[in-house]
């Protein structure tokens, strides 16, 4: 039972919590997504009212990059073989064995994303807006998933199958309220924008500590004013 319970203590707030650092880390890096975003809440939840996270398709790939660009884990789905077992394509496992995704380097593969190093905030907004008219993307897989919630193997981030994250609607959640309270309300910067932001720990990609995110209230426009503009 306490095996359990922390196992699950661990994942739901550390997951969440690392997933939120880096986020806001990336609005400090990218500060031409802020004014964008800022539209989209203002359009969406104008006078403060509860926003309406669905229809925020920006802000949803926003996070999806994030989440692409720094998995707070290299691997995903660990399976453990329980009798031998052959995939498809050949590959043999033992009993016994362990298998896994390796996430981190499939999120970070050129034949899987157009510029796969650089921090691209909208590209799976663009995608999503392409398939709608039928057409394709270059900038993501072909087929990949439509949003941050998705389980997909080309979207392994919340695991597969029966055991996938029960908890992915919360945390996204949780995380898009963030991001909106924070665009709403903050401006923010990294004190020192070359600062390293993680170290590995086994497989895990964790924050560090020394690094420092400076917020600033935001002069609040008026809602009148927002409503006119
Ligand atoms: C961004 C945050 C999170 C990420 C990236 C994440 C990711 C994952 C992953 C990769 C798994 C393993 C799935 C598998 O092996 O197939 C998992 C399992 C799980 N997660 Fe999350 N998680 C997050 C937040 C949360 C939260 C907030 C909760 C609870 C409120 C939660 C509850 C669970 C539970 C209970 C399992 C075990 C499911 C099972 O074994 O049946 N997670 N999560």
Known sequence: MVGEIIA???GSVH?????????????CLHEEYVHPL???????APEGLCPELAAMP???????????????????VRRKALT???????VRVDQGDWVCIPQRAMMRDPARYSHAQQFDGFRFARANKL????????????????QLTDVDVDWPIWGLGNTACPGRFYATTVLKLMMVCILQGWECRLADPRALRWRTWRSSVVPRTGTVVVFQRRQMESPTLVRRA
Do not use: H, K
Request: hydrophobic share 45%; aromatic share 10%; net charge negative.
């Open 8 to 10: 699950v203590w661990f």
């Open 15 to 27: 997951q969440l919590a690392m997933t939120a650092t880096y986020a806001i880390e990336d609005l």
């Open 58 to 76: 920006l802000l949803d790939s926003f996070l999806r990059e994030t989440v692409r660009c720094t998995n707070s884990d290299a691997i995903t």
């Open 84 to 90: 031998p077992f052959t995939f498809s394509d050949g």
């Open 131 to 146: 398939l709608a008219l039928n057409e394709g993307c270059a900038d993501v897989p072909e087929g990949a998933p439509l």
């Open 38 to 44: 800022r539209e989209e809440i203002n359009r969406i």
